[in-house]
């Protein structure tokens, strides 16, 4: 009502505005002078101003992707305690909002005849410790010089990404150089790690499997077309797509890409709250993970 008044009080006059509408034109002011000066506004008033500045600066923080149940997480874990409907609210008020996923295409090319590995994972994408279970997967992304082809490797533990790499042709030397990098950062025990991807033809690639070979990681492969098979990745690939590619294109080349799916890996590894880890970042949940194992062997 009072949005209204202010929209067509050059027109019409607050005072007959007042006359048809149940307020007084002495309320309507009051109600002005308290926006004017908010040392003059209700005490409710004076904090959802507080909770407003506090709310933007969440959601600017974190790629501008939370919507108001994870921007009501961050403010408990940086110490401010509100209901999630005040959240709701005033996020309504200040027209911010999260990112909604859509839907994926595919970009498995299977080879239906080559042979590849069991499916040592069969939908179950959990993990007692790090360095358990990888899963792999990658996604396309169009340019103006192109398309380029982003690559993941999660660690299912915690939802880590530990290898990742973009590139303009989706050969297997670029899936490859993803798990390089993985293997370098994360330098697992030989024996005790599975990497589970989809059929795509280049991760059933020689190259890919002797190197997984070599490294003592046992290889795991999907269904064919399946995509619960290969879910978890898949989600990664999602997420990357909502909260990086839609929102900030369009991209004008690979460089372009690659930076910025740098700066994204780096908030989601260390800042992006997870709900299936308990609503805390990846790194946050290996080293609780780290931290507990050394407790009991020192309690040992």
Same mark, same amino acid.
């Given at each position: 009502?009072?949005?209204?008044?202010?929209?067509?009080?050059?027109?019409?006059?607050?005072?007959?505005?007042?006359?048809?509408?149940?307020?007084?034109?002495?309320?309507?002011?009051?109600?002005?002078?308290?926006? #004017? &000066?908010?040392?003059?506004?209700?005490? /409710? %008033?004076? !904090?959802?101003? $507080? @909770?407003?500045?506090?709310?933007?600066?969440?959601?600017?923080?974190?790629?501008?992707?939370?919507?108001?149940?994870?921007?009501?997480?961050?403010?408990?874990?940086?110490?401010?305690?509100?209901?999630?409907?005040?959240?709701?609210?005033?996020?309504?008020?200040?027209?911010?909002?999260?990112?909604?996923?859509?839907?994926?295409?595919?970009?498995?090319?299977?080879?239906?005849?080559?042979?590849?590995? #069991? &499916?040592?994972?069969?939908?179950?994408? /959990? %993990?007692? !410790?790090?360095? $358990? @279970?990888?899963?792999?997967?990658?996604?396309?992304?169009?340019?103006?010089?192109?398309?380029?082809?982003?690559?993941?490797?999660?660690?299912?533990?915690?939802?880590?990404?530990?290898?990742?790499?973009?590139?303009?042709?989706?050969?297997?030397?670029?899936?490859?150089?993803?798990?390089?990098?993985?293997?370098?950062?994360?330098?697992?025990?030989?024996?005790?790690?599975?990497?589970?991807?989809?059929?795509?033809?280049?991760?059933?690639?020689?190259?890919?499997?002797?190197?997984?070979?070599?490294?003592?990681?046992?290889?795991?492969?999907?269904?064919?077309?399946?995509?619960?098979?290969?879910?978890?990745?898949?989600?990664?690939?999602?997420?990357?797509?909502?909260?990086?590619?839609?929102?900030?294109?369009?991209?004008?080349?690979?460089?372009?890409?690659?930076?910025?799916?740098?700066?994204?890996?780096?908030?989601?590894?260390?800042?992006?709250?997870?709900?299936?880890?308990?609503?805390?970042?990846?790194?946050?949940?290996?080293?609780?993970?780290?931290?507990?194992?050394?407790?009991?062997?020192?309690?040992?």
């Amino acid at each position: 009502m009072i949005a209204f008044i202010d929209d067509q009080r050059e027109v019409y006059g607050v005072e007959p505005i007042c006359r048809m509408l149940p307020i007084a034109p002495s309320t309507y002011h009051a109600r002005v002078a308290r926006r #004017a &000066d908010p040392a003059r506004a209700s005490p /409710r %008033a004076r !904090q959802d101003l $507080v @909770l407003m500045e506090q709310i933007r600066q969440v959601h600017a923080a974190n790629f501008g992707v939370y919507g108001a149940r994870k921007v009501w997480r961050q403010l408990a874990r940086e110490g401010t305690m509100v209901a999630r409907c005040t959240v709701e609210r005033l996020m309504r008020r200040v027209g911010l909002r999260g990112a909604v996923r859509g839907k994926e295409t595919r970009t498995t090319i299977a080879d239906k005849a080559a042979p590849c590995p #069991a &499916d040592k994972v069969n939908r179950q994408f /959990r %993990a007692p !410790q790090p360095n $358990v @279970l990888w899963v792999s997967d990658f996604t396309y992304v169009a340019t103006w010089q192109g398309f380029v082809y982003v690559a993941f490797i999660i660690d299912v533990f915690a939802r880590r990404i530990v290898g990742w790499r973009v590139s303009r042709t989706a050969h297997a030397d670029f899936v490859l150089d993803a798990l390089e990098q993985a293997l370098h950062d994360r330098r697992p025990v030989k024996g005790g790690l599975i990497h589970h991807s989809d059929r795509g033809g280049q991760y059933l690639a020689i190259r890919y499997t002797e190197r997984l070979l070599g490294a003592g990681i046992e290889p795991s492969v999907g269904s064919v077309g399946d995509s619960y098979d290969n879910a978890l990745a898949e989600t990664i690939n999602g997420l990357f797509k909502t909260e990086v590619i839609r929102r900030r294109g369009p991209w004008r080349s690979l460089e372009a890409v690659e930076f910025a799916t740098l700066e994204w890996v780096d908030w989601f590894n260390n800042r992006r709250l997870l709900e299936p880890i308990g609503n805390i970042p990846p790194a946050e949940a290996e080293a609780r993970y780290y931290a507990a194992q050394q407790e009991i062997a020192l309690a040992g």
